[in-house]
């Protein structure tokens, strides 16, 4: 196809690539052209055993399809780990200009014992910051990257995966703002909430739902979305997706009008309860400031805001 979306010439680290959705993000990115490093811890996480040979075969895998890769085992739960990463595809490529970052471990609910919480946050979310956080200066000085950070529709209320969700979480708020701060830069970050048939999704306990799963959910259908935001042509920044079974959804997080008084008391929210709950005059924010511009026009007052508000 003379329209294909290609890679050729980049490179791509994909965190967590030793099976499942990891994997089948780099088989594709590599398929695509891309240079890939196959990033895989291969020890036990808080739950399910561990396969430290996991990276090297999917890498091997891709070799042998004739694309190039090579299988990295280091830790993006600890700073030093994190740079490890980056730095081994600097020193083999010379370059980075994808970052997928999709490790992560199971979670044990809301209130898991503090070390699983540590274990969870320190995978899912300040993994996702210690891999930026080496790679970013290397973007800023090309003046290009692409991000796609890994949450979860849990972090929508999905009973028992409070520290799942939680540092899931954190993931989206990271991305928003990073995406916010570099608006004006050919850095693009874009965040999946993926929905496919994995290791960890086998291990539920319903038995219906994972057939379901099995049956539709692919990991291949995800990486199909993934590689587009990981193109040098994804026309967004700072955007959360669903996306699973072949269907790719943009996730809003909006805001009503509300009920708005001068004089406020506990007793008038009370009585306007229903106009707080109502959905009405929806608006999606684009960041923390978005919603004050709604402010701004029940005010009276543009403030900040004067450009779009008229006073």
């Known amino acids: 196809m003379s329209d294909e979306l290609r890679l050729d010439g980049q490179v791509a680290i994909v965190t967590g690539a030793g099976g499942g959705l990891g994997a089948a993000h780099a088989v594709l990115l590599a398929e695509r ?10 020890t036990p996480g808080v739950a399910g055993d561990g396969d430290p040979g996991a990276a090297e075969r ?22 030093d780990g994190a ?12 370059q980075v200009d994808v970052v997928l970052n999709n490790a992560g471990i199971f979670g044990r609910g809301a209130f898991s014992p503090p070390e699983v919480y540590d274990a969870v946050l320190s995978t899912h979310l300040m993994g996702t910051v210690n891999v930026l956080r080496a790679v970013w200066p290397h973007f800023l000085e090309r003046g290009y990257g692409r991000v796609v950070n890994t949450a979860s529709s849990s972090f929508l209320g999905t009973p028992g995966s409070g520290d799942y969700a939680a540092a899931k979480g954190g993931v989206i708020g990271l991305s928003r703002v990073l995406a916010t701060d570099n608006r004006d830069r050919d850095i693009a970050i874009n965040v999946l909430m993926p929905v496919a048939h994995t290791r960890m999704t086998a ?13 539709w959910f692919a ?11 990981c193109h040098r042509s994804v026309p967004v920044s700072g955007e959360t997706f669903l996306v699973g079974a072949g ?19 506990p007793e008038s929210f009370r009585d306007h309860f229903a106009e707080v709950m109502a959905g009405h005059d929806l608006q999606t924010p684009t960041s923390g400031q978005g919603d004050l511009i709604r402010y ?5 007052d543009p403030g900040p805001f004067a450009p779009a508000v008229p006073g």
């Not at 740079?83 to 010379?94: F, K, S, Y």
């Not at 291990?203 to 049956?215: F, I, S």
């Not at 990991?219 to 935001?229: D, G, N, S, Y």
């Open 33 to 42: 052209g891309a240079r890939v490093l196959v990033n895989d811890l291969g």
């Open 58 to 79: 999917v890498a091997a895998g891709i070799r042998a399809a004739g694309g190039q890769a090579l299988a990295d085992t280091h830790s993006v739960a600890t700073v």
């Open 83 to 94: 740079a490890a990463i980056v730095d081994h595809a600097l020193q083999e490529w010379g």
């Open 203 to 215: 291990a539920a306990p319903d038995p219906v739902y994972t057939d379901w799963l099995q049956r």
């Open 219 to 229: 990991p291949e259908k995800v990486a199909a979305f993934a590689l587009l935001l």
């Open 247 to 265: 269907r790719a959804s943009r996730v809003l997080f909006a805001t009503t009008r509300g009920h708005f008084e001068d004089d406020p008391s």
């Open 296 to 300: 701004a026009e029940l005010l009276g």
